[in-house]
Structures are given as structure tokens and as C-alpha cells.
């Protein structure tokens, strides 16, 4: 992408190679000095896409993409496993490894695979997973999520798994990236290039993959019937036209964001798939904002976090309307008790169920549980957005930050 329009083809070195550019020709040696030939590949980036538009900033630009991405995502991960000869039924574990935001979205993941398909899931971030010699199972899937497929740490820990007898999946937006050339399969999400540093469209995208996979695993493995899988599916077709509703939202989401301007702190809880749609929350603000921000389970809060609840502190408490929105919304009364400013983002039902003035309410269309995590998060990423505007700070090159970690 940083070639833009000056090269029309690309040769993507291996790790070690050096290359010396002539004025007529490029000789490629391998890291023992071996001569190499490595294949030229047509350069496609769309340029077009690459521009800002009538945004002000990328990152702007990008939210409003995801009822494109999202929906041309799940075009393409449809039929998966068939692609990707993947047979849930001979995979025991499931091992799903990334950083930051991809690292979140791994966390969703884990619930789903859980939930749906009966299989057991380990996560870890890639710069603990790496160094903490982890046992795997014969039988299992190790599956890398990364938007850029360049991260250091998440490649390094690819390639411990691949060294661990590991079949190993990355799920990556570029697909001819470091992370995509080393696992033995690959799955590109279709949210086209990124270039805030903040991820958005990556994320939902990657959701959107997982999603899918995470319902053709059920199937495989004998939790849904077709029938159940064909309307898990309806389900996430839904998705783009309820985002776009979120998005229609973007008044109300900048008001909030105008409102955090003199936060110190900001918090967020859910529970279930919400606590990593909190976490999520949390970094966005956090990282273009410079508000200090945490995600916690809502559960957790009594374990040590309520003792940073101060008067007119924002929590911002995500509220889909599941089997724990009772128990969410007992952990939010804890918070008014104590002076908190409550944000409630939730549907109509949640709303009702809440019940008490003194909390804000935002209203996110009614969902599907399985689907609520990619709805949520787009209202977060609305307000993390206008935080950072409304105080000025650089959206898209948020200080200390670099789009792709590189280096450990
Ligand atoms: O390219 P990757 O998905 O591997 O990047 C992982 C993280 O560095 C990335 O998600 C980072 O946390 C973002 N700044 C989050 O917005």
C-alpha cells in the first residue's frame, strides 16, 4: 500500500532475503546467499479506496464503510470451510491468537465456537502465547487473526504453533502478507484497506469471518441443522442494514463523544460478548482520545474496579438484550449508587427493563445475541471518534502509535 500508484507489480521478499536493484535488473538472493527468482505480483490496490473521500479523517471514513465491508465479508466467507477444506468434526481445540483489536475480536470468537459449536477455545495475545511454551493438542486448529498480517509478535507465534505440528489458519486483510504466506491456510476479510491507525472495519470484518465459520463449524460438528445454520445465516445477512441504522445514529454518538471531552476516566462493562465489545470500547477511546479507559466483565466490577467509581465518572454499560441483561443491568444500578455517569447501549427491550432516568440511553436496533457484538461496537467506535475530535487530537495518527507493529 505505501508503493500507492508508483508500482504497478510487487515482489514480496521471504524473510532474509536482500535484493540488489539494477537499472535493468533486480537480482534476489535467500539468506544463505543462494541465488532466488521470487514471483512478481500484480500490484491491485484501489486506489480509489485509498482516499479519504469527503471524510475528514480515515478513521471516519471507515466506520461508515462497514455495512459495505461487512456484507461483501460475509459474501465471501459463506462457504468457508468448503474453501478452506476445513472438517470441524476431526478438530478437538481450537487455539485463535492476535493483538489489540484483532485480539478482541478472538474473544467473540471464542464465545461463538463455544456457544454454537461445542468446541473448546484457548486465547491468548500473541506476545504472551509466544513466550509461554503452550501445550497443543494433535488435533488442533490454531487460528491467527490480523488486519495487517505483518504484526511481529502475532507471526512469531504463528510460527511457534506451525513448529507444535499445528494446522494453522490465518485470518488477515491483506492477503499477501508475511502472516497469510506462513499459515498453511488463509481467509481475507473484505474491508479493503485500513489506514487509520484505530481499527474498525477490520474488526467487524473480522467478526464477520469468524461469525461464519464459527456457524459451518456448528453444522460440521452436528450442533445446527441446516435449517438452524441457514438462519444463523439469515441473521448475519442482517447485520449491514442494522448498521447502517447505528450509523444514521451519528448525532446523538457525537453528542456523547462531545460529552467525554473532560473525562479523565471512562469505563466499560458487558458480560458475555459484551465484555470484549467493552474492551474494544475501552481501546478505541483510549487510543485516539488519550482518555484513560478500561473494559471490564461487569461482573468483575465488585472484585476491585467499583472502588474507581467516582460522582460523575461515564461507564459506558453495553446491554443487548440476553440471558445476562438482568444480571448487567444489577451491576449498572451498582454504579448510579455510587455517583457513576451510566451510558445504557441497548435495544428497546434493555431500555425498558432499565427503567431509571438518571441513565442515558442509547438505542441499538434489536438483535440476535450472536449478532449484537458487530452492532454495538460500530455506536463505540462513533463516539470514540467524536471524543478525539472534539479534542482535537490527530484521529488517524494517534501519538506513540504505529498502524503495524513490526518490531516486538
Ligand atoms: O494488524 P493487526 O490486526 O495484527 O494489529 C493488531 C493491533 O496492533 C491493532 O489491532 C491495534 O491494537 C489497533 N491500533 C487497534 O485499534
Given at each position: 500500500m505505501a508503493l500507492g500508484n508508483r508500482a504497478a507489480q510487487v515482489i514480496y521478499m521471504e524473510e532474509g532475503d536482500q535484493a540488489r536493484l539494477g537499472q535493468q535488473d533486480i537480482v534476489l538472493v535467500d539468506a544463505f546467499g543462494r541465488s532466488v527468482s521470487r514471483k512478481r505480483v500484480d500490484n491491485d490496490i484501489d486506489h480509489e479506496q485509498t482516499g479519504k473521500q469527503n471524510h475528514s479523517f480515515y478513521m471516519h471514513k471507515e466506520i461508515h464503510e462497514q455495512p459495505d465491508t461487512v456484507a461483501r465479508t460475509l459474501v465471501h466467507s459463506y462457504h468457508l470451510k468448503d474453501q478452506l477444506e476445513?472438517?470441524?468434526?476431526?478438530?478437538?481445540r481450537l487455539s485463535i491468537i492476535a493483538c489489540g483489536t484483532s485480539y478482541y475480536a478472538a474473544m467473540v470468537a471464542k464465545y461463538w465456537f463455544e456457544q454454537l459449536a461445542a468446541l473448546p477455545v484457548d486465547i491468548d495475545v500473541a506476545s504472551e502465547f509466544r513466550y509461554r511454551s503452550p501445550l497443543m493438542s494433535n488435533s488442533g486448529l490454531a487460528v491467527f487473526i490480523s488486519q495487517?498480517?505483518?504484526?511481529a509478535d502475532t507471526l512469531a507465534a504463528l510460527k511457534y504453533a506451525r513448529s507444535n505440528q499445528q494446522q494453522t489458519l490465518a485470518v488477515v486483510n491483506?492477503?499477501?502478507s508475511s502472516i497469510a504466506r506462513e499459515a498453511d491456510m488463509s481467509v481475507q476479510t473484505q474491508?479493503?484497506?485500513?489506514?487509520?491507525?484505530?481499527?474498525?472495519k477490520a474488526f467487524t470484518a473480522q467478526l464477520s469471518v469468524l461469525g461464519s465459520l464459527a456457524i459451518q463449524a456448528a453444522q460440521q460438528r452436528r450442533q445446527f441443522s441446516a435449517e438452524m445454520a441457514r438462519a444463523a445465516f439469515t441473521t448475519l445477512a442482517g447485520v449491514p442494514q442494522k448498521l447502517e441504522q447505528i450509523l444514521s445514529m451519528e448525532s446523538q454518538l457525537e453528542a456523547i463523544g462531545n460529552s467525554?471531552?473532560?473525562?479523565?476516566d471512562a469505563y466499560f462493562i458487558g458480560r458475555g460478548s459484551s465484555y470484549p465489545i467493552a474492551m474494544e470500547g475501552a481501546l478505541k477511546l483510549k487510543e485516539i482520545s488519550y482518555i484513560h479507559a478500561e473494559g471490564f466483565?461487569?461482573?468483575?466490577?465488585?472484585?476491585?474496579?467499583?472502588?474507581?467509581?467516582?460522582?460523575g465518572v461515564p461507564v459506558f454499560v453495553i446491554a443487548p438484550?440476553?440471558?445476562?441483561l438482568e444480571k448487567t443491568l444489577s451491576n449498572m444500578q451498582e454504579v448510579v449508587a455510587r455517583g457513576g455517569r451510566c451510558i445504557l447501549l441497548g435495544d428497546k427491550h434493555s431500555i425498558k427493563a432499565c427503567g431509571d432516568d438518571q441513565v442515558e440511553c442509547i438505542e441499538i436496533p434489536e438483535s440476535d445475541p450472536f449478532t449484537s457484538p458487530l452492532l454495538y461496537v460500530a455506536a463505540l467506535q462513533l463516539i470514540a471518534y467524536y471524543a478525539a475530535l472534539a479534542k482535537g487530537t490527530d484521529v488517524d495518527q494517534p501519538r506513540n502509535l504505529a498502524k503495524s507493529v513490526t518490531v516486538e
Open positions: 476445513l472438517d470441524f468434526m476431526e478438530i478437538d495487517s498480517g505483518e504484526t491483506v492477503a499477501a474491508a479493503g484497506p485500513e489506514i487509520g491507525v484505530a481499527s474498525t467525554l471531552t473532560d473525562a479523565r466483565g461487569a461482573g468483575e466490577l465488585k472484585h476491585g474496579p467499583i472502588a474507581l467509581i467516582e460522582s438484550n440476553n440471558d445476562l
